[in-house]
């Protein structure tokens, strides 16, 4: 196990079209996190699971926004009706939460841009 | 609510040069803090982690330290390199539960090594 992954690496879209971006996180941890990061900004917390459980969402995740993690593995990100906002790095991380907490560890992120 | 900030914003020094970078974060109530490193258009590369009932932690050149009760942390680097230029996060863990929650960041320290 060599890490997060995360799939694409780059996406060009036009407005209005559907996206969805995929991660693998690291196998033995349970927690996997989306954040968003614009230019200039620290990342910014999306949402997150713990196994196959959402268990929160931040306000800045709109409807057109949804995250799946089926059976508790890899875990994908699908934004609707793509606006020019949208366009950002996209980053996946994955930790466990158990006693003592592990760090995180982050994908190399998925770069949106949005035209 | 949590806010992390970091100063300075940019810093540039001489090959060779100690430094120190800033983190302060409002609530003491945290699970654990994290320093990143980032590179342009790339993901983050976790540094150090210092959990809540830490003082520091080391790493090579690296030294975190962390003052809960103060809300303060800081990142040494001894003996800067060009290599070693970059954004340098701070992000520390929520408490959710009684074990860690998402991240929150601060808009991050770019740092410049001039050979």
């Known amino acids: 196990d060599t890490g997060v992954s995360q799939d694409p690496r780059h996406k060009i879209t036009k407005r209005g079209q559907n996206v969805t971006f995929r991660c693998d996180p690291i196998?033995?941890?349970?927690?996997l996190y989306w954040y968003r990061q614009t230019l200039g900004q620290g990342p910014e917390f999306l949402t997150y699971?713990?196994?196959?459980?959402?268990?929160?969402k931040s306000r800045l995740l709109s409807d057109r926004f949804s995250a799946e993690r089926p059976k508790g593995s890899f875990s994908t990100l699908e934004i609707q009706r793509t606006e020019q906002g949208d366009s950002a790095m996209y980053l996946c991380?994955?930790?466990?939460?158990?006693?003592?907490?592990?760090?995180?560890?982050f994908g190399s992120g998925t770069r949106l841009t949005v035209v | 609510k949590q806010e992390v900030t970091q100063i300075p914003a940019a810093l540039s020094v001489p090959e060779g040069e100690n430094l120190v970078l800033n983190c302060s974060f409002t609530?003491?109530?945290?699970?654990?803090l994290q320093w990143f490193r980032q590179d342009p258009g790339k993901g983050l590369t976790s540094l150090l982690l210092?959990?809540?009932?830490?003082r520091e932690q080391t790493s090579g050149r690296l030294n975190a330290s962390l003052d809960k009760s103060s809300g303060r942390s800081t990142l040494y680097i001894a003996a800067s390199q060009p290599g070693d230029s970059a954004t340098y996060l701070c992000?520390?863990?929520?408490?959710?539960?009684?074990?860690?929650?998402?991240?929150?960041f601060g808009k991050g320290t770019k740092l410049s090594v001039k050979p």
């Open positions: 210092i959990q809540s009932s830490q």
């Open positions: 699971f713990q196994n196959e459980a959402q268990l929160e």
């Open positions: 991380a994955s930790s466990f939460s158990g006693q003592g907490g592990y760090g995180y560890t």
């Open positions: 196998s033995e941890h349970n927690r």
């Open positions: 609530d003491s109530a945290i699970y654990n």
């Open positions: 992000a520390v863990s929520t408490l959710y539960g009684g074990s860690q929650g998402n991240l929150i």
